[in-house]
């Protein structure tokens, strides 16, 4: 444990009040706080984060809005669902990067893509999927949510099959809609099961890198580089890898104060419903 | 590894005392110098700079029986110089092995490798924009006499000679690639069109000689239906950040902003200022800016292979690219083979003279061909433990006979750069029609020989010159920031990465870079 985990955590902690540049012949120095000051004036970074709070934001909730109606038609026994089962989890299958080309190069490709075709075939103006920087963020969630809807629907069915039925049986012959039932007996049994699902995917979603890199390289501008993506430029591509840890540091501390909140959030709802 | 030890013992030693003492930072500095462990000796490498220490291992077969030669380069273009390599092996009794590492790593991992002491390849196969880091850094071993014997000196053009594969006048690289942007027309759709354009704009048409054309014939294309294709476009560039938007924006940049009176482009080189927030590299942007809506849908995010599978599939009838289009234009899957135009990039009416403060003109168009990346080429690092065996190995693939081959041959990613591969019968003999190899190469010679060519930055930091380059020209084109203000950012951040990397320094190799003195 203390080898895989923290030890490289502390590490990576070090590197953060030092010079360490991959590229530069520099000996090796104690800069003391002044990466963690210059993290208060990086403009990219601030910019990075609000682009990583859109993607986490924007992405999760639609993932799990279409996770949870996916999840819910496949638990109803209908004929064809073990395929279609099958059929919905191939996406999560299939490497990021390859679907960073699939999806969002070759399918939202703005001048070959069968998307802009198809609003063509309807009298709709093309769009820009990737050459706008408002909708190019648009285009990353998704790709990202094509991606890991099927994640969301795979532990939402989880849970969905493990509630008891009856409650929902008891509630019928007392006369309830459907969708009362859902909204008062499902949807609240689904809370654990919700939050763990959301919790997992915004983890993960904190650290979109590959889909960006491949679609949109960052661009246009700035407006799809996520946080991980410029530490990756800052580290890797420019070797500044002291800086690079203390901006990873940052995302840390988002990624750790993010789901404290969402943990209080969800217990508090979850708190109402019992 | 010496180089490791001492990161981790001081990074220990950073830790332990941040634990300890949360922070009073002039103590623990103090105290971690007293715990760093002694300075250890630089290891042993040939004296860099210094041609002629390394022996001539002659030619006898079997000179390198039982040497393991280790090359690295960028994965998915080495296959022709492997099986070239295992010719040169099989005759000198050596091994050798090709570590392919995937192209967007190659320079962090060369540069993480030598500036850690670490071993990575004998031979290192690399673009000539880590030049300044490389050769400038003091990592490369200087090519020995009869190294470049074998090369032929004499044959590589003078601007890859001094430019490419020297720094600071000492000769270290090996040839192998020579890389300059050039201007591709649709010949056929030239003159099937030519009456048309005369009727609706009052000009002959004719390959462009200036941007100002460039952007009218790519007008009148996009609005007249002119390809076989379903839609035809008027241009295709490299304008995509982090994907060869670099070279799009400097191919057009160099027309505005290099003066044929003055060595520098990218910086003022007496103050090491950078010169690309001017008027002339903002005119370029803003005019670049104009054009974009006569590329494909969706231009902005181009790189390399979509700006060149639009031309050869038929789509654009004009294009900003590398030589490889000549070649990529005789594929199966081209739909333009011998209907391809060939030139140098265009130049701007005017130029911004940033000796004078003012913009400028000449007898026609101020032409200046950017040699973008500036070629693949390989280098021998000091620390190599077979310096001889390697540096026979790079002259081998530097010979004129295998360049030759290499040019003609799809997928080697080789370009012409060198008297061999420039040679009419050589493309003749490879299928070519002679007119057609003559055209394709003069319109390099042209560029290459040019006298206002500018060569790419060979700077200390370039991925950081270029990621703040391509940033601020990614958000102008977008509209998402005016070409002024973006230019100004990015100027900023020029200074900043200079500052921080040390302006003299950073001057110091500009200039020689330049070949300036003094």
């Given amino acids: 444990m203390l080898a895989l985990s923290i030890f490289p955590l502390v590490f990576s902690l070090g590197l953060t009040f030092t010079n360490v540049n991959l590229f530069r012949r520099v000996p090796l120095r104690f800069v003391g706080l002044e990466n963690w000051a210059r993290i208060f004036s990086d403009e990219a970074l601030l910019e990075t984060l609000v682009n990583t709070a859109i993607f986490v934001g924007g992405g999760v909730a639609i993932q799990y809005t279409l996770g949870l109606a996916l999840a819910v038609a496949l638990n109803q026994g209908l004929r064809g669902q073990r395929l279609m089962r099958v059929l919905f989890l191939l996406p999560m299958m299939v490497s990021p990067i390859a679907v960073g080309f699939i999806i969002g190069r070759m399918v939202f490709s703005e001048g070959f893509g069968p998307i802009n075709d198809m609003l063509g075939a309807l009298g709709l103006p093309a769009v820009a999927w990737v050459t706008s920087p408002a909708v190019a963020k648009w285009t990353i969630i998704l790709v990202d949510t094509w991606q890991w809807t099927p994640l969301m629907m795979l532990l939402i069915l989880v849970g969905l099959q493990g509630i008891p039925g009856e409650p929902m049986q008891a509630a019928r012959v007392d006369g309830a809609s459907e969708w009362q039932i859902f909204r008062h007996i499902v949807f609240p049994l689904l809370l654990p099961v919700s939050i763990t699902a959301i919790l997992i995917r915004a983890l993960e979603a904190f650290k979109i890198i590959d889909i960006i890199r491949v679609v949109t390289g960052g661009g246009p501008g700035r407006a799809t580089e996520s946080v991980t993506a410029y530490v990756y430029n800052v580290g890797a591509k420019q070797g500044d890898l002291a800086y690079a840890a203390s901006a990873a540091y940052v995302l840390l501390f988002v990624v750790i104060g993010v789901s404290f909140l969402a943990l209080y959030v969800m217990r508090r709802v979850q708190a109402r419903y019992e | 590894?010496?180089?490791?030890?001492?990161?981790?013992?001081?990074?220990?030693?950073?830790?332990?005392?941040?634990?300890?003492?949360?922070?009073?930072?002039?103590?623990?500095?103090?105290?971690?110098?007293?715990?760093?462990?002694?300075?250890?000796?630089?290891?042993?490498?040939?004296?860099?700079?210094?041609?002629?220490?390394?022996?001539?291992?002659?030619?006898?077969?079997?000179?390198?029986?039982?040497?393991?030669?280790?090359?690295?380069?960028?994965?998915?273009?080495?296959?022709?110089?492997?099986?070239?390599?295992?010719?040169?092996?099989?005759?000198?009794?050596?091994?050798?092995?090709?570590?392919?590492?995937?192209?967007?790593?190659?320079?962090?991992?060369?540069?993480?490798?030598?500036?850690?002491?670490t071993f990575i390849a004998d031979v290192i196969n690399i673009g000539s924009n880590l030049g300044g880091d490389l050769m400038g850094g003091g990592f490369m071993a200087a090519a020995p006499e009869w190294a470049q014997q074998r090369a032929d000196w004499e044959g590589i053009l003078p601007i890859f000679r001094s430019n490419q594969l020297s720094f600071g006048g000492v000769a270290y690289g090996m040839p192998w690639d020579g890389d300059v942007l050039m201007y591709y027309w649709r010949a056929d759709a030239f003159e099937a069109h030519a009456a048309a354009y005369e009727a609706a704009t009052g000009n002959a048409l004719r390959p462009a000689e200036s941007w100002s054309e460039y952007a009218a014939i790519a007008k009148f294309f996009t609005e007249n239906d002119w390809s076989e294709q379903d839609e035809g476009y008027g241009l295709v560039e490299l304008p995509m950040r982090n994907n060869q938007g670099w070279n799009g924006f400097m191919t057009r940049a160099a027309g505005y902003a290099k003066a044929p009176n003055d060595p520098g482009f990218f910086f003022d080189p007496e103050t090491m200022e950078p010169r690309i927030n001017n008027p002339g590299f903002v005119r370029a942007l803003e005019d670049w800016g104009t054009v974009i809506e006569y590329g494909p849908p969706g231009m902005l995010n181009f790189g390399w292979i979509e700006n060149a599978l639009s031309f050869v599939g038929g789509l654009a009838a004009q294009d900003i690219q590398w030589g490889d289009i000549g070649p990529m234009s005789k594929s199966p899957d081209s739909v333009v083979e011998g209907a391809v135009g060939y030139g140098p990039a265009p130049g701007a009416d005017e130029y911004w003279d940033p000796v004078t403060g003012e913009w400028a003109s000449g007898d026609g168009p101020n032409k200046a061909p950017f040699l973008g990346f500036g070629g693949w080429f390989n280098l021998v690092p000091a620390t190599s433990n077979h310096l001889a065996a390697a540096f026979d190995?790079?002259?081998?693939?530097?010979?004129?006979?295998?360049?030759?081959?290499?040019?003609?041959?799809?997928?080697?990613?080789?370009?012409?750069?060198?008297?061999?591969?420039?040679?009419?019968?050589?493309?003749?003999?490879?299928?070519?029609?002679?007119?057609?190899?003559?055209?394709?190469?003069?319109?390099?010679?042209?560029?290459?020989?040019?006298?206002?060519?500018?060569?790419?930055?060979?700077?200390?930091?370039?991925?950081?010159?270029?990621?703040?380059?391509?940033?601020?020209?990614?958000?102008?084109?977008?509209?998402?920031?005016?070409?002024?203000?973006?230019?100004?950012?990015?100027?900023?951040?020029?200074?900043?990465?200079?500052?921080?990397?040390?302006?003299?320094?950073?001057?110091?190799?500009?200039?020689?870079?330049l070949g300036l003195t003094g």
Avoid at chain 2, 68 to 78: K, R, Y
Avoid at chain 2, 92 to 113: C, Y
Wanted: glycine residues 8%; contains cysteine; proline residues 7%.
């Fill in chain 2, 1 to 117: 590894m010496k180089h490791h030890l001492r990161l981790w013992t001081a990074l220990f030693a950073i830790l332990a005392l941040v634990a300890a003492s949360c922070g009073d930072a002039e103590v623990a500095e103090s105290t971690t110098t007293a715990a760093a462990p002694e300075p250890e000796p630089e290891p042993e490498m040939a004296d860099p700079g210094t041609p002629g220490n390394i022996p001539d291992p002659g030619t006898a077969a079997g000179r390198f029986d039982g040497v393991e030669v280790v090359v690295a380069g960028p994965a998915g273009q080495l296959d022709y110089m492997k099986d070239k390599a295992a010719e040169w092996a099989a005759a000198t009794g050596a091994t050798v092995r090709v570590d392919e590492i995937p192209f967007g790593e190659l320079n962090d991992k060369v540069l993480a490798a030598l500036s850690t002491d």
């Fill in chain 2, 393 to 513: 190995l790079a002259s081998f693939l530097g010979s004129p006979a295998v360049l030759a081959e290499a040019a003609v041959t799809a997928g080697t990613g080789v370009n012409p750069g060198t008297a061999a591969t420039l040679d009419v019968d050589l493309w003749v003999s490879a299928g070519w029609p002679e007119d057609e190899a003559k055209a394709y190469t003069d319109a390099i010679r042209a560029s290459l020989d040019h006298p206002n060519a500018v060569f790419d930055m060979r700077l200390p930091g370039f991925p950081e010159y270029k990621d703040a380059l391509e940033l601020a020209v990614s958000e102008a084109l977008s509209g998402q920031a005016s070409a002024q203000d973006a230019l100004d950012e990015a100027a900023d951040k020029w200074n900043e990465i200079t500052d921080r990397l040390g302006r003299d320094e950073q001057l110091r190799i500009y200039r020689e870079a």
